[in-house]
């Protein structure tokens, strides 16, 4: 009986005395790490894509409190294996073309793995300068691999961070806009000030606008239509701030997508800009996935308007082959962010703040505490070059044009947007389910057609609604994905489809 007791230090008595960081297991239990995990990538075929667990499966799974004593990490993998993966939607599986990829590769591992390493908390300058100067230092190495203006650059007196996620990039970006107007016009107009975007914009802007504080009613979601390829018009925006105007309102913010989720669309920099600028509005444009692709000269061309534009960001957690998470925001004007976001408590002075000639990136973000991304960027940069990951990249846009020749191929299946990037948006038509089928069923079908084939477990795909229309969306972007698997994916398409015509 004598182990259940405390010791007078209130030591806990432990079958065997464990050192948090002893080195040789760190080395041993790393390789088994690393083994597994190669392993999951080696086996990640066998595994239905989608997880098809019941809500709560894992509960009945776990012990109800954690473990008194230690537990060996051979053990707990066993368990992982058993009941965390059957519990896993395998977004890296080559099958996955669901939402949007998060793109991976081993140096974007490696550079998780030095980020952890080091696990240092760069807020400042001082508290690890090399964290600091390196993410300035990739950050305008990728703003010129994007062919940014040199405004956006530190060189050009701009400048660029990296945050966690695009959500938390547009808030910090509609707080310091809403913080620059204010200040001209007084704190107490806020609730007259208007953000504006189209109807595909990505609902991080209707997030950071309500926690911004701008009052719900002066969000303006802009229509879009077929007859622009569902991007936003400047006309439209146009006629929206007029009447904003009118109406004693003040136009604060336009958010234009490069790539929008749903479809992909893509808003014209140049002639928004010309009309937001005329009204002093902020422009930022949220490229999170397709951002990446410009760093191809052929794709280069989406971002024309981009000098006339206040800030930009880009997720290379998505289509830059950079393991969550990454987050790149550039800003013409990074001193607009830094008078909204700026603390200075005692604790945190030092000298090389108080020169002015050092960032502080604490004063770019939300958080204090931050991880030092940046080494896992540069990684990804140096391990492959700007001519592989343009190749990397250009190879899913061949894949995803050999998906759209095959769905036109087939006189049932329509392509119903034009595809910009690596995503095929596609329905089966209304006819091909018999004479008559109105576009209700027609959507109820491609539903129920797109549940079926996620019930395969051979794929997954989501969806998107184009106006009235239900369209299956197959992205691609999954770093293990080649051309084989997005045939099979279609396959299994067709397939399916030959089974609800039978039903
Ligand atoms: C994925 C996506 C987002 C959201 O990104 P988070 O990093 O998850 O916040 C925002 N906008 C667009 C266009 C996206 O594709």
């Not at 709560?56 to 230690?70: F, I, M, N, V």
């Not at 991080?204 to 239509?225: C, M, Q």
């Not at 904003?244 to 136009?251: A, W, Y």
């Amino acid at each position: 009986m004598d182990s259940l007791k405390f010791s007078p230090e209130l030591q806990e008595n432990s079958p065997n005395t464990i050192n948090p960081l002893n080195l040789e297991e760190f080395r041993r239990q790393g390789h088994i790490m690393i083994d597994f995990i190669a392993d999951y990538y080696q086996d990640i075929e066998k595994y239905p894509v989608l997880s098809n667990v019941e809500p709560g499966y894992l509960r009945k799974c776990l012990p109800d409190s954690a473990p008194h004593c230690p537990e060996q990490i051979e053990t707990i993998l066993q368990d992982v294996q058993k009941h965390i993966i059957p519990g896993i939607t395998h977004w890296q599986s080559p099958n996955h073309f669901a939402y949007l990829p998060a793109g991976i590769s081993t140096a974007g591992f490696l550079g998780e793995m030095l980020i952890s390493g080091f696990n240092i908390v760069g807020f400042s300058w001082v508290a690890s300068p090399a964290a600091t100067e390196l993410e300035s230092i990739v950050m305008d190495w990728l703003g010129q691999m994007l062919k940014l203006p040199s405004s956006f650059l530190f060189s050009g007196n701009g400048g660029g961070v990296i945050q966690a996620t695009t959500c938390e990039a547009i808030l910090c970006t509609i707080v310091a806009a809403r913080d620059q107007m204010l200040s001209k016009i007084g704190r107490e107009k806020i609730g007259k000030l208007v953000v504006y975007a189209s109807d595909q914009t990505h609902s991080s802007l209707e997030k950071a606008t309500k926690i911004a504080g701008i009052h719900p009613e002066n969000f303006r979601s802009i229509k879009t239509t077929e007859s622009t390829s569902f991007a936003l018009s400047p006309e439209a925006l146009k006629m929206a701030i007029s009447k904003d105007i009118e109406d004693g309102l003040i136009p604060l913010f336009l958010c234009a997508t490069i790539g929008t989720t749903g479809i992909n669309a893509v808003d014209p920099l140049g002639p928004l800009c010309n009309i937001a600028k005329e009204h002093g509005i902020w422009v930022h444009v949220d490229a999170a996935q397709a951002g990446s692709a410009c760093i191809c000269p052929e794709f280069r061309h989406f971002l024309n308007g981009i000098e006339c534009v206040d800030s930009f960001s880009l997720n290379a957690h998505k289509w830059l082959f950079t393991n969550l998470d990454c987050c790149c925001l550039w800003l013409i004007n990074p001193s607009a962010l830094t008078k909204s976001l700026t603390t200075s408590p005692e604790y945190l002075s030092n000298k090389a703040s108080e020169s002015k000639k050092v960032v502080d990136y604490k004063d770019w973000q939300i958080s204090l505490s931050r991880r030092f991304r940046a080494i896992k960027l540069w990684l990804v940069l140096r391990s492959y070059g700007v001519a592989n990951l343009r190749n990397f990249q250009r190879s899913h846009v061949t894949m995803a044009k050999s998906f759209e020749a095959l769905v036109r191929g087939d006189k049932r299946f329509e392509v119903v947007v034009p595809r910009n990037f690596a995503m095929v948006c596609f329905r089966m038509v209304p006819s091909a389910f018999g004479a008559g089928v109105e576009l209700d069923s027609a959507n109820k079908l491609n539903q129920k057609l797109m549940e079926l084939v996620n019930a395969s477990g051979k794929v997954y795909m989501t969806h998107s609604m184009i106006g009235e229309i239900f369209v299956i969306r197959c992205a691609i972007g999954v770093t293990l994905t080649e051309e084989k698997h997005a045939i099979r994916a279609w396959k299994v398409v067709q397939e399916t489809a030959n089974t609800i015509l039978q039903m």
